[in-house]
Nanobody, 123 residues
């Protein structure tokens, strides 16, 4: 089992920055792939970014490339999503997720989910 707790969401103006954190407990942090997804009102949950177990591989949704950075801190068992140049279309609930066996950007691949944190970007 892996328990995930997100923090760091909030209200920010367009062009601003936020850093989301996701603290993991339970299973060894280095044994799981970590990712961020988001879900806007009336839309399906979508992939944002993923980072491999070693931290050596990352992937991003096209719309956030160059603006968002995912990284993990093993000593704290925490994964982060640094977001800059935020846009109103980034407004969503952001979820942290973990998977044991592989690496990818599909919701069904992920075994564990946090409760989500709201990010609101005003224009």
């Amino acid at each position: 089992q892996v328990q995930l707790v997100e923090s760091g969401g909030g209200l920010v103006q367009a062009g601003g920055s936020l850093r989301l954190s996701c603290a993991a407990s339970g299973r060894t942090f280095s044994s799981v792939t970590m990712a961020w997804f988001r879900q806007a009102p009336g839309k399906e949950r979508e992939f944002v970014a993923a980072i491999s177990r070693s931290g050596g591989t990352t992937d991003y949704q096209e719309s956030v490339k160059g603006r968002f950075t995912i990284f993990r801190e093993y000593g704290k068992s925490t994964v982060y999503l640094q977001m800059i140049s935020l846009k109103p279309e980034d407004t969503a609930i952001y979820y942290c997720a973990a998977q044991r066996g592989g690496y990818g950007g599909c919701v069904p691949e992920y075994n564990y989910w946090g409760q989500g944190t709201q990010v609101t970007v005003s224009s």
